[in-house]
């Protein structure tokens, strides 16, 4: 019998991102999609290159219908993603929550980092993070499943083995990263306006971004330390990618440094090793992380970068990998045939 899903919020990159991974799977039915925006409008009048696939027809609904389907995916803001995972939740169905709402343990920390007030801790504390690379087990019994945000997947790939390990020499974490522009979502800003983002680059949100405390709530998780991020995000000219540079102390050699994290991922069928720091051109409309571990010999830094799609494995494509997962099919179903056809070159 076909798994039947939902996507609320089916109008924005990551529903958009969402329904072009669907497309590939036999197991499912699309039953509902969601835009208030596009109420009535087949998904071909709204996005024409949906035309040659099965989704072509479906209409957008205003509503979710909390019946319809066994899961249902959020690709919404925060805020209205708690009250609705909740309601959803109550009807005995299952959630993949593409917002930040059930990521962070830390309850103080949405009014301070994202402005409102969390009214479901208990929720709060069963909801699991969907990086399977470190939650692999809990994510195949979870109801809701907190799909992590794009920098911390890039960052907490680039650390989980030194910190599993507990090789890290400092109480402090340098991370610098930067991200396409679809990162802020659909909507229109002035500074991401053509005339102003092409051709530019910036740092943002320098001190204080809301995905500091998800990293800090994840490397606490898995480390037991209170080890701090010291985050920078930055805005790159191009639609979509993601990199993320971490520096941390380490008494570890290069070659001891290298192998721990070889050995750490040897079974991991998305991240990708690769002996040059690695490109976003090359895991775009992947699910790849493509990580490079090296020692700065001078300053006994370990240099660990990271490279995803922060529409792929930050976000949808690591939403489906979760969804796998939870429904029994194989981890890599469809997922490995996606970016076999990422590879674009030059
Ligand atoms: N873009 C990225 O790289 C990543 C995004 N995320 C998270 O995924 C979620 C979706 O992001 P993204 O696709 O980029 O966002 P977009 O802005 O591109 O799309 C937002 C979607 O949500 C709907 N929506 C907006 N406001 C509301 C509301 N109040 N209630 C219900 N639906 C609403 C919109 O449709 P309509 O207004 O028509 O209803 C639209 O379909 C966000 O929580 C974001 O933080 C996570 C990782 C990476
Ligand atoms: C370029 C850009 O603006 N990026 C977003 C992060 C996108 C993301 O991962 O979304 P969540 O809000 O779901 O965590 C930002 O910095 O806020």
Do not use: W
Not at 15 to 33: D, F, P, S, T
Not at 104 to 117: D, L
Not at 150 to 177: F, G, H, M, R
Not at 331 to 340: F, G, I, P, R, T
Request: hydrophobic fraction near 40%.
């Amino acid at each position: 019998m076909a798994i039947k899903v939902s996507i609320v919020g089916a109008s924005g990159y990551t529903g958009i991102e969402l329904l072009r991974i669907l497309n590939l799977y036999k197991e499912v039915e699309l039953v509902q999609i969601i835009s208030r925006e596009f109420e009535g409008k087949a998904l071909k009048e709204v996005f024409p290159f949906f035309i040659s696939t099965k989704f072509s027809d479906i209409k957008f609904d205003k509503e979710p219908d909390l019946d319809s389907a066994d899961i249902y995916f959020l690709a919404i803001p925060h805020e209205p993603a708690v009250e609705l995972a909740k309601k959803i939740l109550d009807k005995n169905k299952k959630v993949i929550d593409l917002s930040a709402a059930y990521r962070i343990k830390n309850f103080n920390a949405y009014p301070e980092f994202y402005g409102f007030e969390h009214s479901y801790k208990e929720l709060l504390d069963k909801a699991v993070y969907g990086l399977p690379e470190i939650h692999r087990d809990k994510i195949k019994n979870a109801n809701l499943i907190a799909n992590p945000g794009c920098y911390p997947t890039a960052t907490l790939l680039a650390l989980y083995p030194a910190l599993k390990e507990n090789i890290i020499d400092s109480d402090t974490i340098i991370v610098n990263a930067l991200s396409g522009i679809s990162g802020a979502g659909r909507g229109l800003k002035q500074k991401f306006h053509y005339p102003e983002a092409f051709s530019n680059s910036f740092a943002y949100n320098p001190t204080k971004h809301r995905h500091i405390p998800e990293m800090e709530d994840q490397i606490n998780q898995i480390s037991g330390k209170d080890i701090k991020v010291r985050f920078t995000p930055h805005i790159l000219p191009v639609s979509r990618g993601m990199i993320s540079t971490v520096n941390f102390k380490t008494n570890l050699n290069k070659k001891d440094l290298i192998e721990l994290y070889r050995l750490e991922y040897r079974y991991e069928p998305f991240i990708r090793f690769q002996k040059t720091p690695p490109e976003i051109k090359y895991v775009i409309g992947s699910n790849y992380c493509d990580i490079y571990v090296d020692l700065d010999e001078r300053t006994g830094y370990a240099v660990v970068i990271t490279a995803i799609d922060n529409l792929g494995k930050g976000a949808s494509s690591q939403a489906m990998q979760n969804f796998n997962l939870i429904v029994g099919i194989e981890e890599e179903k469809y997922l490995k045939n996606l970016s076999e056809i990422s590879i674009i070159y030059p």
